[in-house]
């Protein structure tokens, strides 16, 4: 299908391109930006006036539940999710059940989702068999299966000589390992270690946790020269031990989630068991930290953690609930916020959803690596069109997520999808507010 997108704003933050123009699609590329190639004839015209046109949306952090948690999600409402959300690519975590250890897991995963002709799925194979932190997995085949790196998830790895083995290995392959920091004795608490834990006699998790883990990282990469990326950094220490690995030249490059860069320990009111998050907020000096580090580079992209969880998880007290919330439908939204909150210009806040993330999967995503988190022609046409004067106010029950939980229910926000295209082929519109006109309508005007 040949598809004209009319009128909008086009940013490429990859491209530095941010101007207004037209853009011509067909065969689920980019043909053109601004005049549309000679005989092309638009099957469908979406008409952008007063609206964003950016590179699809990427989100290095989206659980999907399945398999094995569908009663929290499911691989159509949470890949519907995305596409609501500006979303076209999600990388999503091995701890699944089974675990993603095993080839015919990954495969069986990558086909599910394409089915679904929604977001594209990019799978992290487990970095040890069933994340039990002892036996490594094999990368080499794992990675014929589509797994794009290698991580623990949330499990910390305890033997520090499986981590060095883990680096040599991977780094023989050319693979990258995905690691959230955090020292696995260190982190056994509820919440963020501070006056407000202590008051509410909640346990609680030092900045040391990371920190303590960054050093280890950062000493076993100097030692095997293998690429890392750390998940979701949380705290100010944590930043500045990430900008002096970057200052000495190692392959790190690493995250934040949407939770951490607008919300602190304050935030968790009374035992409010949506603010039960994996990591724990943090102080105010740490959130100001973590978002002037994804200002100026240190911090690389911003991600949502999305992670459904069931009513009754998370009904239950504070320390025993279940941490995890939705962000696929937020991710946008506030990362525009942080934009205007913080002064940040609009091509650095969609940098870090789109050309950052790209850049740190790589070569990982195969035969799009070219052109993915970017506008460019002859790339794979994978777009979000949004009104950025638009707002909205989060309403758990109207996400299409299957889990409803989130700490910024009631917010203000701003930011709409009115369109998103997978492969130049629509994958979501806005019910409130039809972008799509007839090519006919279109010659008219």
């Known amino acids: ?104 897991l990954v495969e069986m995963l990558r086909f599910r989702a394409e089915k679904l002709n929604a977001a594209r799925v990019f799978p992290l194979g487990a970095l040890t068999r069933n994340l039990q932190g002892e036996v490594l997995t094999e990368m080499l085949a794992l990675t014929e299966a589509g797994c794009v790196a290698f991580s623990q998830a949330e499990v910390p790895l305890a033997n520090t000589q499986v981590l060095l083995r883990a680096l040599q290995y991977a780094s023989t392959f050319g693979c990258a390992v995905w690691l959230r920091p955090q020292e696995m004795h260190l982190g056994q608490g509820v919440a963020a270690s501070g006056p407000l834990a202590t008051r509410m006699g909640l346990a609680g998790i030092p900045v040391a946790a990371e920190t303590i883990a960054l050093h280890t990282i950062f000493e076993l990469t100097r030692a095997t020269g293998a690429r890392v990326h750390l998940c979701r950094i949380s705290s100010a220490a944590g930043v500045a031990l990430v900008r002096q690995a970057k200052a000495e030249g190692l392959a790190v490059t ?56 069931d009513e009754d998880a998370k009904a239950l007290p504070f320390a025993e609930s279940e941490p995890g919330a939705t962000g696929l439908e937020l991710l946008l939204s506030l990362a525009l916020k942080w934009s205007r ?105």
């Open 1 to 104: 299908m040949n598809i004209l997108i009319r009128g909008g704003r086009v940013i490429d933050p990859g491209g530095a391109f941010d101007a207004n123009a037209d853009l011509a699609i067909g065969d689920g590329k980019i043909l053109a930006i601004g005049a549309a190639p000679a005989g092309f004839a638009a099957d469908k015209t979406i008409d952008a006036t007063g609206c964003i046109v950016a590179p699809g949306l990427l989100d290095l952090a989206v659980r999907l539940r399945e398999p094995g948690y569908e009663h929290a999600g499911m691989l159509a409402s949470e890949l519907a999710a995305a596409v609501a959300g500006g979303v076209t690519s999600v990388v999503c975590p091995p701890d699944t059940d089974p675990v993603l250890d095993e080839p015919g």
């Open 254 to 309: 690493c995250d934040v989630s949407i939770n951490s860069l607008h919300l602190i320990d304050t935030d968790l009111g009374y035992f409010d068991s949506r603010m039960r998050l994996n990591p724990p907020l943090r102080q105010q000096r740490d959130r100001d930290a973590l978002r002037a580090g994804l200002a100026d580079g240190t911090i690389d992209a911003l991600v949502s953690d999305h992670t459904p969880v």
């Open 341 to 445: 909150d913080d002064a940040v210009d609009l091509s650095r806040a969609l940098a870090v959803l789109t050309s950052a993330p790209a850049r740190v999967l790589g070569k990982s995503f195969g035969p799009l690596a070219d052109s993915a988190g970017q506008l460019r022609v002859a790339g794979v046409a994978d777009i979000c069109i949004f009104d950025p004067h638009a707002a909205w106010v989060v309403e758990p029950n109207a996400l299409q997520s299957q889990g409803k939980h989130t700490p910024f229910s009631g917010y203000e926000l701003p930011g709409r999808v009115r369109c998103t295209l997978v492969g130049g082929q629509i994958a979501y519109q806005s019910a409130d507010h039809s972008v799509d006109k007839s090519a006919a309508d279109a010659a008219n005007r």
